[in-house]
């Protein structure tokens, strides 16, 4: 596709469950980034991926948050044992890499409800 | 003290008026900035980069001053389609992630 691609835009699950989140970056992008943004606040940066590098995960708020990338291409964000505060939406993104100029293009988002 | 720094705002002004935001950042490795905009419930989207000599798009001008630190988005004209949240980035520019700053939000009114 043209953009960043997520899914699902919206879920909502029950509080104790695991969920999963995908994002599929443009194409050719090598560095893939996922956001948290909680209603009315900023952006909470989560993890980071460059191409084959170990990944940054030093944003992951809780060892309940993992992330994997596969392929260098596709990820998916997993929350086991889901509580309310996750409710958010997480946001994906990605870029080209480093180099001066690169820029960060993000998806839609996936809005996250834990009742 | 933050990476990224902005003006806590919000800022409300008539259409037609100029508005300006200040960004701050810490850290004078920072190699990369942008000024992206959020609208309410959706993603943020780049708005424009930002030059050491300056630049302008349009009724936005955006401008860099390394020694202090400090970077500045005017919008000339508002628009009532320019309310929106807007957010100052940096980036170091050796591989890690983009940091963002809180933003600023600003709503033009009729």
């Known amino acids: 596709g043209a953009g960043v691609s997520q899914s699902p835009s919206n879920k909502v699950t029950e509080k104790g469950k695991d969920v999963e989140l995908r994002c599929d970056p443009i194409?050719?992008?090598?560095?893939l980034y996922w956001y948290r943004q909680s209603l009315g606040q900023g952006l909470e940066f989560l993890i980071y991926?460059?191409?084959?590098?170990?990944?940054?995960k030093s944003g992951l708020p809780s060892d309940r948050f993992s992330a994997e990338r596969t392929g260098g291409s596709v990820s998916t964000l997993t929350i086991q044992r889901t509580q309310q505060e996750d409710s958010a939406v997480y946001l994906c993104?990605?870029?080209f890499g480093t180099g001066k100029g690169n820029t960060i293009y993000f998806g839609e988002g996936s809005w996250l409800t834990v009742v | 003290r933050k990476e990224v720094e902005q003006d806590p705002g919000p800022f409300n002004v008539p259409e037609g008026a100029t508005v300006a935001f200040n960004c701050t950042y810490s850290?004078?490795?920072?190699?990369?900035f942008f000024w992206y905009r959020q609208d309410c419930r959706k993603e943020p989207k780049l708005l424009m980069s930002?030059?050491?000599s300056g630049n302008e798009d349009g009724r936005f001008t955006a401008q860099l001053n390394r020694a202090s630190q400090y970077i500045s988005l005017l919008i000339r004209d508002s628009k009532l389609s320019d309310s929106a949240t807007y957010l100052c980035?940096?980036?170091?520019?050796?591989?890690?992630?983009?940091?963002f700053g809180p933003g600023t939000r600003l709503s033009v009114l009729p």
């Open positions: 993104a990605s870029s």
């Open positions: 850290n004078s490795a920072s190699q990369s």
């Open positions: 194409s050719g992008h090598t560095a």
């Open positions: 991926f460059q191409g084959n590098s170990a990944p940054d």
């Open positions: 930002v030059y050491s």
């Open positions: 980035v940096v980036n170091l520019n050796y591989g890690q992630n983009f940091v």
